[in-house]
C-alpha cells in the first residue's frame, strides 16, 4: 500500500525544497497590461479543454492587475507535450501555466522515458475538480460490464501517449486482469476517442474522466448510448453506486497497492502548474487568484451551465500529496511499472 509513515517534517522539508526562491528575483505579482497563457494538452472538446475555458474566462479578474487570460491548446503524446513544456520551457514568470492529464504526475515515478520534470519541483496552483476515471464503451457493441471486459469477444479501446490514463488503464486490464482488449493509439484526446467510438472504429475507452464525461457527452449517457463497465478509481463515486471499482476486482494486496500507486494522481483531477522557480510572490499571487476564482460566484454559476462539476483543490494540498505519492516502496512500485507495459 501507499506508504503512510511520511511525517509532517519530512512534508514540510519536501514542500520548502519545492518552493521558489526569491534570492535575486526581479519579478513582481503585478501583471497589469500582460497576457497569461492556459496550455491545455489536448485538443478541443474534452473535459480538460472545457475546465481550462471557463477558469480563462474568470482567472484574469482574481489576479493582481487583472491580465488578459487566453486558453491555447497544444496536444501531443497525450498532453506529456504541455507537461515538458511548462518544466522545461515555460518562463519562471507566471504567465505561462498548463493543465494536462493528471496520470502523468506519476509517469516519472515509473520511469517513463519521456517524463522530463521532477513532479515535487513544478509550481501546483490547484485543481478545479478531483477524478474519478471510468472505462466507457459503445452500447450496441454488446460490451458493457466487467465480465464482458473479461471476455473473449473482441474489444478494441482507443488511446493517446503511453503516459496518460487512457492508455495506462487499458493496459492494466491486459496485464493485470488478462483482458484480450486491443489498444488503438494515435488519438488526440477524450473527445476524438468518442467521434471514433460513435463511428464504430473502436469499442471504448479507459481512462475517461466521470466529470468531464458528464459535462461533454451527456446527451449520450441520457440515450444509453454509453455504458460504463467499471470505474478506475479506489472508491466508487457516489453518483455511480451500481458500478464496480477496479481495485475490488484485483487478486492479491500486491495489486491493490500498485492500484493505488497507478490511480493515485487521480485526487488532482485537472491539476494547473506553473514553471519551477517561479518567484513566490507569482506563487502566491496565482494559488490566491485561483482559490478566489473557485469560490467566484459568477465562476460557478457559469460551471453549472456549463455542467461543469466543481470540487476543489488547493495547490498546497497538492504539493503534499504528490511528496506522499514519492514515498512510495519500490516494490510496489516495480509491480505498477510491470502491469502498464
Not at 248 to 275: C, H
Amino acid at each position: 500500500m501507499l506508504a503512510k509513515s511520511i511525517t509532517k517534517t519530512a512534508l514540510t522539508l519536501l514542500g520548502l525544497l519545492a518552493a521558489p526562491s526569491l534570492a535575486g528575483v526581479a519579478y513582481s505579482a503585478d501583471f497589469s497590461g500582460k497576457t497569461m497563457e492556459i496550455l491545455i494538452g489536448f485538443a478541443p472538446g474534452g473535459g480538460h479543454d472545457a475546465h481550462a475555458r471557463a477558469l480563462a474566462s474568470f482567472y484574469g479578474k482574481n489576479l493582481p492587475g487583472n491580465p488578459i487570460v487566453v486558453a491555447r491548446n497544444m496536444p501531443g503524446a497525450g498532453s506529456l507535450l504541455v507537461l515538458n513544456h511548462i518544466a522545461s520551457v515555460a518562463p519562471a514568470n507566471g504567465l505561462a501555466i498548463g493543465t494536462f492529464d493528471p496520470q502523468l504526475l506519476i509517469a516519472p515515478l515509473l520511469g517513463h522515458q519521456n517524463a522530463r520534470y521532477d513532479v515535487n519541483k513544478l509550481i501546483w496552483i490547484g485543481s478545479i475538480v478531483d477524478g474519478t476515471n471510468v472505462c466507457i464503451t459503445w452500447t450496441q457493441s454488446g460490451i458493457t460490464t466487467w465480465e464482458d471486459l473479461m471476455s473473449d469477444k473482441r474489444i478494441n479501446f482507443g488511446s493517446t501517449g503511453p503516459a496518460a490514463a487512457l492508455y495506462q488503464h487499458t493496459a492494466i486490464l491486459r496485464n493485470m486482469f488478462g483482458s484480450k482488449v486491443r489498444m488503438v493509439s494515435g488519438y488526440t484526446g477524450t473527445a476524438d476517442v468518442r467521434l471514433a467510438m460513435e463511428r464504430s472504429e473502436i469499442t471504448g475507452n479507459c481512462g475517461d474522466n466521470w466529470t468531464s464525461l458528464k459535462g461533454t457527452a451527456a446527451d449520450l449517457i441520457a440515450e444509453g448510448k454509453i455504458s460504463i463497465p467499471v470505474q478506475f478509481a479506489t472508491r466508487k463515486h457516489p453518483e455511480l453506486p451500481d458500478v464496480p471499482v477496479v481495485i475490488d476486482q484485483a487478486g492479491s494486496e500486491t495489486d491493490k497497492a500498485a492500484l493505488r500507486v497507478l490511480l493515485g494522481g487521480q485526487a488532482t483531477g485537472r491539476p494547473y502548474a506553473a514553471a519551477p522557480n517561479t518567484p513566490a510572490d507569482i506563487v502566491g499571487a496565482l494559488r490566491e487568484g485561483f482559490d478566489k476564482t473557485m469560490a467566484d460566484p459568477e465562476f460557478q454559476q457559469f460551471a453549472t451551465k456549463m455542467r461543469l462539476d466543481l470540487n476543489p483543490v488547493k495547490g498546497s494540498e497538492m504539493q503534499r500529496l504528490l511528496a506522499d505519492l514519492y514515498q512510495t516502496p519500490a516494490a510496489v512500485v516495480e509491480r505498477a511499472r510491470a502491469v502498464i507495459k
